[in-house]
């Protein structure tokens, strides 16, 4: 119940800024609409020798601008390496509730908000100007909503990795640098990574950058089978089990230095 009401209260916490984070999703559309200009005349003319054609990529494009907010657009850290430099980390960990589910039930929220007031107006900007892709298929609704919950544990579990390592280094900076750019170069935001030269594009499907970005965008195209959804179950799973370690490793570091 707790957590229920962390998610409640950041969902609300982000309705206070619908006005101001309209320049974001306005910026998110511009953004889009380049990718898909460039992207239209690299494939003008060369459509019968790339397995996209100029509409495929329009639709990925717009796919991608949408999910980004839910998978990729997160909070550095999830702000754990605010707590480590002020020392209020040493407070939220001994309280009577699971710290890892007290910080991702906050990020949980602001995603949410961005779903509503975020994803759903960039598609529906999409749609009325270069299109948005409609699944054909009842059960890809279903697949996109598990595809999605999944991207979403992934990136959260991803962020959370990166703000618990603060622990240690205390600063974040770098490994939130890294982490951003292989989701996002890895993740397929601006090239399906089927694309990526040898080996990349051997590797990229099975890490869980693709889980976060690529796959959700596939299965709401409809050009990957279910069965992707294993290879997201599974790094939802290891990196949810690694962070829950990581977290009692940290706990046990603060007790030990008398945190």
């Not at 999944?150 to 205390?170: D, E, F, P």
Request: hydrophobic fraction near 55%.
């Amino acid at each position: 119940m707790v957590y229920w009401i962390l998610l409640q209260k950041s969902f609300m916490r982000n309705m206070q800024y619908k006005v101001a984070h309209l320049i974001n999703n306005a910026a998110s559309a511009i953004f889009g609409f380049v990718f898909i200009a460039i992207w239209v005349g690299v494939l003008q003319g060369k459509e019968n020798e790339s397995p996209y054609s100029a509409l495929d990529m329009t639709y990925y494009i717009a796919a991608v601008q949408c999910i980004l907010w839910l998978s990729g657009f997160l909070t550095a850290g999830l702000n754990i390496q605010n707590g480590v430099r002020n020392g209020a980390i040493s407070l939220e960990l001994v309280r009577p509730i699971n710290f890892f589910l007290y910080v991702t039930s906050q990020e949980a929220g602001r995603l949410l908000y961005n779903f509503f007031f975020r994803s759903i107006p960039i598609g529906l900007v999409f749609s009325l100007t270069v299109g948005f892709y409609v699944p054909q298929h009842v059960p890809s609704y279903l697949f996109l909503c598990i595809s999605i919950f999944l991207a979403i544990i992934i990136s959260i579990n991803l962020h959370y990795l990166v703000g618990i390592s603060a622990c240690w280094t205390t600063e974040i900076d770098w490994a939130h640098f890294v982490n951003f750019t292989l989701l996002i170069g890895l993740g397929g935001q601006l090239v399906p990574i089927d694309l990526l030269p040898a080996p990349l594009s051997f590797i990229t499907p099975y890490l869980p950058f693709a889980g976060a970005i690529y796959y959700p965008v596939m299965i709401f195209l409809e050009k990957v089978s279910s069965e992707v959804l294993f290879i997201q179950l599974f790094w939802a799973v290891l990196l949810t089990l690694m962070n829950l370690w990581l977290t009692e490793k940290a706990r046990h570091k603060l007790e030990i230095q008398g945190g």
